[in-house]
């Protein structure tokens, strides 16, 4: 049972440019959940999918970030137009079922913006 | 509204229990959990316990719930300088996936 899976492991990007991370859920696991991590702090949501739709966004979430989970399988997370505020570990998760069963997390893509 | 917090630092023996408290704010939790995180690192799922629950056990680890004080804890028997990491208590809300998390503990294990 591989866990989930991140890339890229880290990104370093000049301000201004636009990023892209993927994600690749457990195995049938249909719901998808992306959060946002910065220096010494907890986990922050940012939006989830239940198979393609998604479902919940959160409002931290602006108009440059955007989500996608087109076959209900992988994600992408894209930033344009980075800021330096955007640096932060951008953490997937995973879950099968109802919310009885719990997330499961990747290990992270952490960027810097220069 | 939804607030999580945590101490920031333990330090033990190993040896020793460690004890890791958390209080939450939102009555409506259904689940709570306890999560590792390892430098440069994801997230661990250590356990969880359904907010019905008082405690729940497994293995070294010890989870006690107090509903009614919206307090609760991670009992690490035995700790080990392997447990030497940052712990996250978070919570799941009713009606919602999101989980809401502290700002971690650090724990130390001295050798």
């Known amino acids: 049972d591989t866990g989930v899976s991140q890339d890229p492991r880290h990104k370093i990007t000049k301000r201004g440019q636009n990023v892209t991370f993927r994600c690749d859920p457990i195995?049938?696991?249909?719901?998808l959940y992306w959060y946002r991590q910065t220096l010494g702090q907890g986990p922050e949501f940012l939006t989830y999918?239940?198979?393609?739709?998604?479902?919940?966004k959160s409002r931290l979430l602006s108009d440059r970030f955007s989500a996608e989970r087109p076959k209900g399988s992988f994600s992408t997370l894209e930033i344009q137009r980075t800021e330096q505020g955007d640096s932060a570990m951008y953490l997937c998760?995973?879950?099968?079922?109802?919310?009885?069963?719990?997330?499961?997390f990747g290990d992270g893509t952490r960027l810097s913006i220069l | 509204g939804e607030d999580v917090e945590q101490s920031l630092f333990l330090s033990v023996r190993e040896g020793d229990s460690s004890v890791i408290n958390c209080t939450y704010t939102?009555?409506?939790?259904?689940?709570l959990y306890w999560y590792k995180q390892e430098p440069g690192a994801g997230l661990q799922l250590l356990t969880y316990?359904?907010?019905?629950?008082d405690m729940k056990q497994d293995q070294r680890l010890t989870v006690l719930l107090n509903k009614k004080d919206k307090h609760l804890s991670l009992r690490i028997a035995d700790t080990q300088t392997g447990d030497s990491a940052i712990y996250f208590c978070?919570?799941?809300?009713?009606?919602?996936?999101?989980?809401?998390f502290g700002t971690g503990t650090r724990l130390k294990v001295l050798a």
């Open positions: 999918f239940q198979n393609e739709a998604q479902l919940e």
């Open positions: 316990i359904f907010s019905n629950m």
């Open positions: 939102d009555s409506s939790s259904t689940y």
């Open positions: 195995s049938e696991h249909n719901r």
């Open positions: 978070a919570e799941s809300i009713m009606g919602t996936y999101k989980y809401i």
């Open positions: 998760a995973s879950s099968f079922g109802g919310l009885d069963q719990p997330q499961h």
